[in-house]
């Protein structure tokens, strides 16, 4: 099974916690989606002997693209790729867009689910992150979204500075009162040189807590376990049937093409980055170059990276894959570098497979690290 990622690199403003690509600028969007469909052909040929299975829009804003515009993108890739039957279709997008009639134009369209940027439902909290929709957005998007579809993620911040943990069981119990079968939820991190870190070092914001984000992942996951959501990775959570079949498919280390600014590709062996330049992007593809760059994963970084996402999921780590796939050097490195964790009842091991317990979940991505081989 593959899976295809497509980047659409525009935002409407920038939200203050956000590193990722973007443009606030359309000026190129036609360009870019030319150059999409152009990048799309010319890599046909790296997915010669598998069928697409799942195809997602992120960004960016994605849903900042006509209905058109996005069918002139699926249509490529069934030009050039052989496509299962039942592709999950996935667009990112946020309330801003989602009018009403946007929304039943949608549900007729190919995309046959929604990850919606809620983030949250208090205004407060929209306006310090500087998200281009407001409370109501939110609330009315999702009123109509679920109307017209059944497979919906939304999206949610934990952590924020000023949220109280009254305020996120609130945000949670208005995300569950829509009943959507699919809620992804992240902490709020300050990245560098983002206008967050900026607002914090001149103490205009506070500094977000990590106490209070490790006791509001464990009120949303209680709360969420409780309505019936599985809590398949460490920031997803999904009503059976309903895990993302695309993030899936990536954290258990299958095949995915990256197209787009910034997208990042991933074959198994190796690794791919394209150029994180709209103007660098677009010129590169109309000269029928690609303009990415490729690591080869060792032996070593493929056990860590199993090991990083292994962890992070309800799959966890299978010592027979780690034997079969690297050595049995690798899996006796592993046996012994997670006793610590185990005796402070941070993993545990089940039917072969190493897992993080629920006190360690929180810590998984320190725990993994520490699990990782250096050469
Ligand atoms: S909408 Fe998403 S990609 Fe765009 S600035 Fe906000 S967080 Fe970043």
């Keep these: 099974m593959s899976g295809i990622y497509i980047h659409i690199p525009f935002c409407k403003q920038a939200c203050h916690y956000c590193d990722f690509h973007f443009s606030t600028s359309l000026r190129k969007k036609d360009e870019l989606i030319n150059a999409l469909c152009q990048e799309l052909e010319l890599r046909k040929d790296e997915f010669q002997n598998s069928s697409v299975e799942t195809i997602y829009f992120g960004g960016g804003t994605p849903s900042l693209l006509t209905n058109e515009e996005l069918e002139f993108i699926i249509d490529s890739v069934y030009k050039n790729y052989k496509v299962s039957d039942t592709p999950e279709i996935t667009l990112e997008a946020n309330p801003d867009d989602l009018s009403k009639d946007r929304i039943i134009e949608l549900s007729k369209s190919s995309i046959n689910r929604l990850s919606i940027g809620i983030q949250s439902f208090f205004e407060a909290d929209l306006k310090l992150m500087n998200r281009a929709h407001n409370a109501n957005e939110a609330k009315e998007c999702l009123s109509v979204a679920t109307r017209h579809f059944d497979n919906i993620s939304l999206d949610l911040i934990y952590g924020i500075p000023g949220s109280s943990n009254a305020q996120w069981l609130e945000n949670i119990e208005m995300a569950l009162s829509f009943n959507v079968p699919h809620i992804s939820s992240y902490a709020l991190t300050v990245e560098p040189k983002t206008a967050l870190a900026s607002f914090i070092k001149k103490g205009i914001i506070n500094n977000v807590d990590d106490e209070q984000a490790h006791e509001q992942f464990h009120l949303l996951k209680a709360k969420l376990e409780a309505s019936g959501f599985v809590h398949y990775e460490l920031s997803n959570f999904g009503k059976e049937g309903y895990f993302s079949k695309n993030n899936s498919a990536y954290w258990q280390g299958k095949s ?116 990782f081989k250096i050469n």
């Design 256 to 371: 995915y093409l990256g197209i787009g600014p910034s997208a990042h590709s991933f074959n198994g062996k190796q690794r791919g980055w394209n150029v994180s330049n709209n103007s660098k992007y677009i010129k590169a593809i109309q000269q029928n170059e690609l303009p990415i760059e490729i690591e080869t994963l060792t032996k070593t970084d493929q056990y860590n990276e199993y090991v990083m996402t292994g962890l992070r999921t309800i799959w966890g780590v299978s010592f027979d894959k780690v034997e079969s796939d690297f050595s049995s050097a690798f899996k006796d490195y592993l046996i012994e570098h997670s006793k610590i964790f185990i005796n402070q009842q941070l993993l545990y091991i089940d039917d072969g497979h190493l897992r993080v317990t629920r006190k360690g979940q929180f810590l998984c991505d320190g725990i993994a690290s520490e699990l």
